[in-house]
């Protein structure tokens, strides 16, 4: 027998109307390139992203089409954030750090039909506009000029007076990002309105990171990555004010925001957070933080000293696994009621462990012979399934593989789970380089080295950075009698890889190591170079 409830779908358009109807005043601030602060509420939110979703209906944007930003976090990208979705359309945030041609690819492979993009970022925009086939192209002017392209202010002007949003199901598409995050071409994970609200859900519980209206939630992690974190759709569901960042991320401009606007829970890559820490370390009393101040983590795994030294300066740091693929949260380290009497070692101990699932999400270690046991000990490949986790990617049939015949999502990510059921990461099996939360591709660089008349071989390997979680090195066996330096192939891999994404180091040797069926070693190296002494500096 079914239950006798309503079939009310779950989407982003009642957290709209919501927020307005009784957040009104709540305010969301922004700090906009030119380092000024934008204020203004969610009233003023709702009003201008409706605009924005009847605009862009009048545009002839369909149901299912997607609308790019190219955009650093500002309350702009908040209204194409639940502006494109309210007229069935979903918002595809490009992420600015990739190379001009990747995100060129990734446009057309989405089929992105409208672009908007920060004035300031219209240089790198140039870089791709050849490769990609936008219709239109918006232009948010924080410096006056749009260069010759349409205004998104004038745009949405258009869209003033009623509008009727269509009818949406909970399933349809709302969200689109790309991942890096495994060997070969970028894979868009498409988020449905429904996801993305039960993951907001569940974000917010107590037992998850107990975030509420009285709140102010910085969105730290960028809006072109994993939803930075899912932060702007938890803020506008729980009526909570909203700090936005804006391209400065540097730990003393974040913390002069923490201060200013007294924020209390945000999300960042350890990278950004040895930052902020440094900032504190370096001038101790000088910032005046929320008492309360919660610092969520993920994207790699936090040096203990970190979690360490943030709680000396009061920040409580809550650490969280996911991946673009999970929405992102899917698992937290927090610890049980009956743990309260383990030492502070211990406690520490399970802090620095990726945690255990949110309701709803489901995890197993899966090694040769089928899931290895909660011991703690037994690695395995970590899998996962829950409503927030992507069943497939956008157009990709040829990376099924990656789902389980019993439908769990492989990570690729190596771990032990113990009789807690806190999952902790061990290690990785796709070949990826994470440099301050963004993914650098072993594999594509060792091709495109290869490629090089005098390279016969080349393996780039992840060594850990202080600053950056992991950087690359590259180690290379140049072809007889031919000589290489550094300088030749950073000018070689140019043309191909940004800056930050090139090998810090390149290591000439006469051979590499390999397995007994001639693959590449890569463990062996791992091995070799752990220790590595990364010079000052850097590309980054
Ligand atoms: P992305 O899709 O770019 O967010 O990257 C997801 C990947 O980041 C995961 O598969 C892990 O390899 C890594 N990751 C995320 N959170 C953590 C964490 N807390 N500890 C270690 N690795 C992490």
Same mark, same amino acid.
């Given at each position: 027998m079914d239950g006798l409830m309503m079939n009310y779908p779950l989407t982003l358009v009642h957290l709209l109307e919501r927020v307005n109807q009784l957040f009104g005043k709540v305010e969301v601030v922004s700090r906009l390139p030119d380092r000024s602060i934008h204020r203004y509420t969610y009233a003023d939110f709702y009003r201008r992203a409706r605009q924005l979703a009847k605009a862009l209906q009048q545009a002839g944007i369909q149901r299912g089409d997607r609308v790019a930003t190219l955009m650093w976090n500002h309350y702009r990208h908040l209204e194409a954030y639940f502006g494109i979705p309210a007229c069935g359309a979903v918002t595809h945030t490009l992420n600015l750090r990739l190379h001009p041609n990747e995100i060129g690819y990734i446009a057309n492979h989405a089929g992105d039909r409208i672009l908007i993009v920060d004035d300031v970022l219209l240089p790198l925009f140039e870089r791709f506009k050849n490769h990609a086939r936008f219709e239109r192209v918006l232009v948010v002017p924080h410096s006056a000029t749009a260069g010759g392209y349409e205004n998104y202010e004038d745009f949405i002007v258009r869209g003033e007076g009623a509008f009727d949003y269509p009818r949406l199901e909970e399933n349809e598409a709302a969200a689109m990002c790309y991942t890096s995050g495994t060997t070969g071409k970028p894979k868009g994970v498409l988020y449905s309105h429904r996801a993305l609200v039960l993951h907001s859900f569940a974000f917010a519980l107590p037992d998850a990171f107990a975030v509420g209206q009285k709140d102010v939630l910085m969105a730290l992690a960028p809006m072109f990555h994993a939803n930075s974190h899912g932060i702007p759709y938890v803020g506008v569901m729980l009526g909570a004010k909203l700090v936005l960042p804006g391209p400065h991320v540097d730990g003393e401009s974040l913390l002069e925001l923490f201060q200013s606007q007294q924020v209390t829970v945000t999300t960042a890559v350890p990278t950004v957070w040895l930052m902020i820490l440094e900032g504190l370390e370096k001038d101790p009393g000088r910032w005046r933080l929320a008492p309360k101040l919660r610092g969520l983590v993920g994207g790699s795994a936090p040096p203990e000293s970190m979690i360490r030294g943030l709680d000396r300066h009061g920040v409580r740091i809550l650490h969280l696994w996911g991946m673009t693929e999970t929405t992102p949260a899917a698992t937290v380290s927090r610890l049980k009621s009956y743990m309260r009497e383990l030492s502070i070692e211990q406690k520490y101990a399970v802090r620095c462990r990726q945690g255990w699932p949110l309701p709803f999400v489901e995890i197993r270690a899966m090694g040769i012979q089928g899931e290895v046991p909660w011991d703690g000990e037994t690695v395995g490949e970590l899998q996962v399934r829950g409503p927030w986790v992507a069943a497939s990617y956008y157009n990709?049939?040829? *990376?099924? #593989? #990656? %789902? +389980? *015949?019993? =439908? %769990?999502?492989? +990570? =690729?990510d190596v771990c032990t789970i113990d009789s807690e059921g806190f999952m902790k990461i061990v290690d990785r099996t796709k070949d990826m380089i994470k440099s301050g939360g963004e993914w650098i591709s072993s594999v594509d660089l060792e091709s495109a080295l290869m490629d090089h008349p005098a390279v016969r071989q080349a393996a780039v390997i992840a060594v850990p950075h202080p600053k950056w979680d992991e950087r690359p090195l590259a180690v290379i066996v140049c072809k007889d009698g031919e000589k290489l330096d550094e300088n030749d192939l950073c000018s070689y891999l140019g043309q191909k890889f940004s800056k930050w994404q090139l090998p810090d180091a390149f290591v000439f040797v006469n051979e590499l190591p390999h397995t007994s069926t001639g693959k590449l070693l890569k463990s062996a190296l791992r091995e070799q170079y752990k220790g590595w002494k990364w010079a000052e500096g850097g590309r980054v």
């Amino acid at each position: 027998m079914d239950g006798l409830m309503m079939n009310y779908p779950l989407t982003l358009v009642h957290l709209l109307e919501r927020v307005n109807q009784l957040f009104g005043k709540v305010e969301v601030v922004s700090r906009l390139p030119d380092r000024s602060i934008h204020r203004y509420t969610y009233a003023d939110f709702y009003r201008r992203a409706r605009q924005l979703a009847k605009a862009l209906q009048q545009a002839g944007i369909q149901r299912g089409d997607r609308v790019a930003t190219l955009m650093w976090n500002h309350y702009r990208h908040l209204e194409a954030y639940f502006g494109i979705p309210a007229c069935g359309a979903v918002t595809h945030t490009l992420n600015l750090r990739l190379h001009p041609n990747e995100i060129g690819y990734i446009a057309n492979h989405a089929g992105d039909r409208i672009l908007i993009v920060d004035d300031v970022l219209l240089p790198l925009f140039e870089r791709f506009k050849n490769h990609a086939r936008f219709e239109r192209v918006l232009v948010v002017p924080h410096s006056a000029t749009a260069g010759g392209y349409e205004n998104y202010e004038d745009f949405i002007v258009r869209g003033e007076g009623a509008f009727d949003y269509p009818r949406l199901e909970e399933n349809e598409a709302a969200a689109m990002c790309y991942t890096s995050g495994t060997t070969g071409k970028p894979k868009g994970v498409l988020y449905s309105h429904r996801a993305l609200v039960l993951h907001s859900f569940a974000f917010a519980l107590p037992d998850a990171f107990a975030v509420g209206q009285k709140d102010v939630l910085m969105a730290l992690a960028p809006m072109f990555h994993a939803n930075s974190h899912g932060i702007p759709y938890v803020g506008v569901m729980l009526g909570a004010k909203l700090v936005l960042p804006g391209p400065h991320v540097d730990g003393e401009s974040l913390l002069e925001l923490f201060q200013s606007q007294q924020v209390t829970v945000t999300t960042a890559v350890p990278t950004v957070w040895l930052m902020i820490l440094e900032g504190l370390e370096k001038d101790p009393g000088r910032w005046r933080l929320a008492p309360k101040l919660r610092g969520l983590v993920g994207g790699s795994a936090p040096p203990e000293s970190m979690i360490r030294g943030l709680d000396r300066h009061g920040v409580r740091i809550l650490h969280l696994w996911g991946m673009t693929e999970t929405t992102p949260a899917a698992t937290v380290s927090r610890l049980k009621s009956y743990m309260r009497e383990l030492s502070i070692e211990q406690k520490y101990a399970v802090r620095c462990r990726q945690g255990w699932p949110l309701p709803f999400v489901e995890i197993r270690a899966m090694g040769i012979q089928g899931e290895v046991p909660w011991d703690g000990e037994t690695v395995g490949e970590l899998q996962v399934r829950g409503p927030w986790v992507a069943a497939s990617y956008y157009n990709m049939p040829e *990376e099924s #593989r #990656r %789902w +389980t *015949e019993d =439908g %769990w999502f492989c +990570t =690729g990510d190596v771990c032990t789970i113990d009789s807690e059921g806190f999952m902790k990461i061990v290690d990785r099996t796709k070949d990826m380089i994470k440099s301050g939360g963004e993914w650098i591709s072993s594999v594509d660089l060792e091709s495109a080295l290869m490629d090089h008349p005098a390279v016969r071989q080349a393996a780039v390997i992840a060594v850990p950075h202080p600053k950056w979680d992991e950087r690359p090195l590259a180690v290379i066996v140049c072809k007889d009698g031919e000589k290489l330096d550094e300088n030749d192939l950073c000018s070689y891999l140019g043309q191909k890889f940004s800056k930050w994404q090139l090998p810090d180091a390149f290591v000439f040797v006469n051979e590499l190591p390999h397995t007994s069926t001639g693959k590449l070693l890569k463990s062996a190296l791992r091995e070799q170079y752990k220790g590595w002494k990364w010079a000052e500096g850097g590309r980054v």
